[in-house]
């Protein structure tokens, strides 16, 4: 009868979220921590017209309305095996999100955004970790 007084207790604390532990075995190794999350370094941003051999070309903070597309240009460290996302804003309105893998440290990678003649006005980048943290915001202007 106690044996079984003792399951249904077992049960009740098990069900309540509590849990029995052994302390009469000895400790073994302390497990190892988590691996902790790569941490990215923006080397460099910028907006470009073009990427020629993985380096920017006609870099700017101005950009005409006829400009067509432009390029998000990020040299990073610290990230292979990760990925970042490049977050285009025509304003305060988000009009792209590009992810984009990292395949070692260093690493060079970009982004490439179609911009219509009448988006003119403010705009700008953030380039983001996996997570969504900004590490990095590039303004620009298109047509002004």
Do not use: Y
Not at 18 to 29: E, S
Not at 40 to 46: K, M, S, Y
Not at 61 to 85: M, R, Y
């Amino acid at each position: 009868m106690k044996r079984i007084a003792m399951l249904a207790a077992s049960a009740l604390l098990l069900g309540r979220g509590l849990v029995a532990q052994d302390t009469t075995k000895a400790a073994g190794p302390a497990a190892a921590p988590a691996a902790a999350t790569p941490q990215v370094t923006v080397v460099e941003a910028v907006v470009a017209r073009s990427v020629v051999d993985r380096q920017p070309q006609d870099t700017g903070a101005a950009f005409p309305a006829d400009v067509a597309q432009l390029n998000c240009w990020t040299k990073l460290e610290g990230a292979g095996g990760s990925s970042i996302h490049h977050v285009w804003f025509h304003g305060d309105t988000q009009v792209g999100d590009v992810e984009l893998q990292v395949g070692g440290s260093p690493w060079r990678t970009w982004s490439r955004k179609t911009v219509p003649a009448d988006w003119t006005g403010a705009w700008h980048v953030e380039v983001r970790d996996a997570a969504g943290t900004v590490l990095k915001r590039i303004d620009f202007t298109v047509g002004q």
